[in-house]
């Protein structure tokens, strides 16, 4: 059974820095992103990335800002987070995709408060 697990989740002031991680290291994805879903929005594409870093892709509001990666000898997936903003706050979840199949992880609360 697929169990994605995010963490690095937390509250910074804006123009902070968070750096995101995800990962079930039992598995190898064929790719995997970020999203997030702020209260009374629907979830949102931030971030994704292919198992041979061929294909990145980022959301506009965050390109720049954001940075996707991918240590494939730990299989972990990062958000690396700066110049954050409050539309920024979100509860961020890690998808994978396997077998033609996604998966998700539980999602981390991300708050960018001052």
């Known amino acids: 059974q697929v169990r994605l697990v995010e963490s690095g989740g937390g509250s910074v002031q804006p123009g902070g820095s968070l750096r995101l991680s995800c990962a079930d290291s039992?598995?190898?994805?064929?790719?995997m992103s970020w999203y997030r879903q702020a209260p009374g929005k629907e979830r949102e594409l931030v971030a994704a990335?292919?198992?041979?870093?061929?294909?990145?892709n980022y959301a506009d509001s965050v390109k720049g800002r954001f940075t996707i990666s991918w240590d494939k000898a730990k299989k972990t997936i990062y958000l690396q987070m700066n110049s954050l903003k409050s539309e920024d706050t979100a509860v961020y979840y890690c998808?994978?995709?396997?077998?033609?199949?996604?998966?998700w992880g539980q999602g981390t609360q991300v708050t960018i408060s001052s």
């Open positions: 998808k994978g995709r396997l077998g033609g199949n996604d998966f």
């Open positions: 039992r598995y190898i994805f064929s790719s």
């Open positions: 990335i292919s198992s041979g870093g061929g294909y990145i």
